[in-house]
């Protein structure tokens, strides 16, 4: 069974500073899809961004990049110049490639500064 | 596009009675959804996996007679939490995959019960 571990339960950044959230996972499939959902103080969950496993570029969404290791199982999330409105919860997220559900980490509460 | 609604956005019952929550794909097809519980400050539990026309899938541990499920069309998925309980008080949320590149899936706004 594939898991999803996220080992910072909360981290903070000052506005217009970079932070980087960790994720890795454990599979044995060879082609997935990874993902990165923000959920802010009104709970709703919103997709942030997401990487194909058999493309090697990383994938990037504006202020939003991630650095994808397929070898080492290690997916994190890059936010440049963050913004206030980047405070949330983050979940990182697995899915077969063929699958139908989603495997969740555990969440990273990120609290931007001003 | 691609908008997932649910009803209602915060419910209150008492001890023993039945609930139901709606989720409803309003601008696209959804064969599949897919219903979630979440406590304060933890992850999404999935709780089962709803399929238009047939039964839905239960993960391990979750009581299908407790929370019955129905997808009688490609855009609606209802959640029933039968004889309400304290315990049952959580935040439930949706979600539905659409037929994309991606096989997405697009979460509802969520629902607050709480069982008195």
């Known amino acids: 069974a594939q898991t999803v571990t996220q080992s910072q339960p909360e981290m903070s950044v000052q506005e217009a500073e970079t932070v980087t959230l960790s994720c890795t996972y454990d599979t044995s499939e060879n082609n997935y899809y990874l993902f990165w959902y923000k959920q802010p103080p009104s709970r709703q969950m919103i997709l942030v961004i997401r990487?194909?496993?058999?493309?090697?570029q990383n994938a990037t969404e504006n202020r939003f990049s991630v650095n994808f290791q397929k070898a080492a199982k290690s997916f994190s999330l890059k936010i440049s110049d963050s913004q206030l409105g980047d405070t949330a919860m983050y979940f990182c997220?697995?899915?077969?490639?063929?699958?139908?559900?989603?495997?969740f980490g555990a969440g990273t509460i990120l609290r931007v500064k001003s | 596009g691609a908008v997932v609604s649910q009803h209602p956005s915060r419910v209150i019952c008492k001890s023993g009675t039945s609930v139901k929550i709606e989720c409803r794909s309003l601008d696209f097809q959804a064969t599949t959804m897919f219903w979630y519980r979440q406590f304060p400050k933890q992850s999404l539990m999935l709780m089962a996996t709803s399929n238009e026309g047939s039964k839905a899938t239960y993960e391990q541990g979750v009581e299908k007679d407790k929370f019955l499920i129905n997808h009688a069309s490609l855009t609606l998925s209802t959640l029933t939490v039968t004889s309400a309980h304290p315990e049952d008080s959580s935040f439930y949320i949706c979600?539905?995959?659409?037929?994309?590149?991606?096989?997405?899936?697009?979460f509802g706004p969520g629902t607050r019960l709480t069982v008195l």
């Open positions: 979600s539905a995959r659409a037929w994309n590149s991606y096989n997405e899936q697009f």
């Open positions: 997220a697995f899915r077969r490639e063929y699958g139908n559900k989603l495997v």
């Open positions: 990487q194909e496993a058999y493309k090697q």
